[in-house]
């Protein structure tokens, strides 16, 4: 097989090919936790143990019969890029899987929940039975046989990991995914929120009555498939587009970005006294917002009433991404709208998420062709920082750990991470995208 050769052609995936296209090709890639964000993975240790394969339902029939707003039917067949022929999508997984048995990823977060959902959709292209057995054991350790999770969901951080209840409940079946999931919604009914409807960041103190931009992706895109595939999807349709546009009036600003933070009571040291907001465009907020809308858009009815003023704010947004890329990169700075302080740094997750929010903007056709240029320099933006060890693992590297709101020193200061959750998940979901499209 020539350099030049894909790996990679169909639906049907062989996993064994993957690996000799990695050991082939030698990575010429450049090497350059509390709450977003909560989770610290200092102290997991590693292992090479993988998890039993699972059985599960025959065929994409029986997907459909549970709904999750995903495009199954779409050519996957993938585009390889940065000039080798690895797949890092499998590269990534199977090097996380390596690292860390099921039991070692950590507890019921968020980052789990994002990084296990780009482990699905690789297993959702690849097939590869070993993907989603991981992905089951990791959840069996928190749902048990009734379906309970022994949690009391006060932050919209712990509902995240609800995608991967509903994505195992439309691979297996097993009523007790359905019933996890059911507990998160129900929990919706009575969790608080601003005046006007926004749910809080947090029931505890330090967070009450604020919203994070990050928030919305922990909440909406689980709302907005459990709506679609378990039911009351015109409750969901109508909550997740009003918490959307609830958070952008707060947040978004004159250049299209969103602002981190913003305080209803205006208590908060960061809050200003008359808006409420925060003072900075941390840049993984503003990706967590924006795949929260491309993921809710996926869903939303063409019909729904507030799918226009969406589309507008997805607009705005992205406009703002564009005025910020980073030229020589073509990645984003940790602090969006400042890349010419000398502090600061272009971080990796935001990068990837911004990536795939203008890719998949364009191919669903929302905004004009043209910013297929600014994804697609993105995309080779965040290729480069992925690269193979001596050990022969994937790495992803320069990426934020959790981060809280504060002021500029206090961004640029952040601890950078190699394989942080938040940055692996990330870049899954940004390559099953752009492998796919190009850009």
Not at 288 to 308: F, K
Request: hydrophobic share 35%; charged share 20%.
């Amino acid at each position: 097989m020539s350099r030049g050769q894909s790996c990679w052609t169909g639906r049907r995936v062989s996993l064994a090919l993957a690996m000799a296209c990695m050991a082939m090709t030698a990575c010429a890639s450049e090497t350059d936790d509390t709450t977003d964000d909560a989770t610290d993975h200092s102290n997991i240790e590693h292992s090479g143990t993988e998890a039993d394969a699972i059985q599960t339902t025959d065929g994409v029939s029986d997907r459909e019969l549970v709904d999750l707003g995903l495009d199954l039917n779409v050519d996957v067949t993938l585009r390889i890029g940065n000039g080798t022929d690895v797949d890092w999508s499998v590269a990534i997984v199977e090097s996380t899987m390596k690292r860390f048995t099921p039991s070692q990823l950590g507890g019921w977060g968020y980052t789990q929940g994002l990084y296990l959902w780009g482990q699905y959709l690789v297993y959702q292209r690849t097939h590869e039975p070993r993907y989603l057995s991981y992905i089951k054991s990791w959840a069996d350790r928190f749902v048990d046989g009734n379906g309970h999770i022994d949690h009391s969901f006060n932050n919209l951080d712990s509902m995240e990991s609800g995608n991967v209840l509903l994505a195992l409940y439309a691979e297996t079946k097993q009523v007790k995914y359905k019933t996890a999931a059911t507990q998160i919604r129900n929990r919706l009914k009575t969790y608080p929120r601003t005046q006007d409807g926004g749910f809080w960041h947090a029931t505890s103190t330090s967070r009450q009555h604020q919203l994070w931009s990050d928030g919305v992706f922990m909440v909406n895109p689980f709302l907005a498939r459990y709506g679609k595939a378990i039911g009351e999807a015109t409750y969901a349709n109508d909550e997740v587009s009003k918490q959307l546009l609830v958070y952008a009036n707060h947040l978004q600003v004159q250049n299209g970005l969103l602002k981190h933070a913003y305080d209803e009571s205006r208590t908060q040291s960061w809050a200003d006294p008359e808006t409420g907001r925060s003072a900075e465009h941390w840049c993984r907020a503003i990706g967590w917002y924006g795949m929260a809308t491309i993921d809710v858009l996926e869903i939303l009815p063409p019909s729904h009433p507030n799918r226009a003023k969406l589309l507008s704010v997805l607009g705005k947004l992205v406009d703002g991404f564009k005025t910020y890329q980073d030229p020589a990169t073509g990645r984003w700075f940790q602090v969006v709208d400042k890349g010419n302080l000398s502090d600061n740094w272009t971080e990796t997750s935001c990068s990837a998420m911004y990536t795939y929010t203008i890719s998949r903007a364009v191919e669903r056709g929302y905004i004009d062709p043209s910013y297929r240029t600014v994804s697609a320099k993105g995309y080779q933006g965040v290729l480069a920082r992925i690269s193979n060890g001596s050990d022969g693992l994937t790495n992803v590297s320069e990426i934020c750990i959790g981060t809280n709101v504060g002021d500029l020193a206090f961004y640029f200061a952040r601890p950078r991470k190699t394989n942080d959750l938040h940055g692996l998940g990330a870049v899954l979901i940004m390559n099953e995208q752009l492998a796919r499209t190009g850009g």
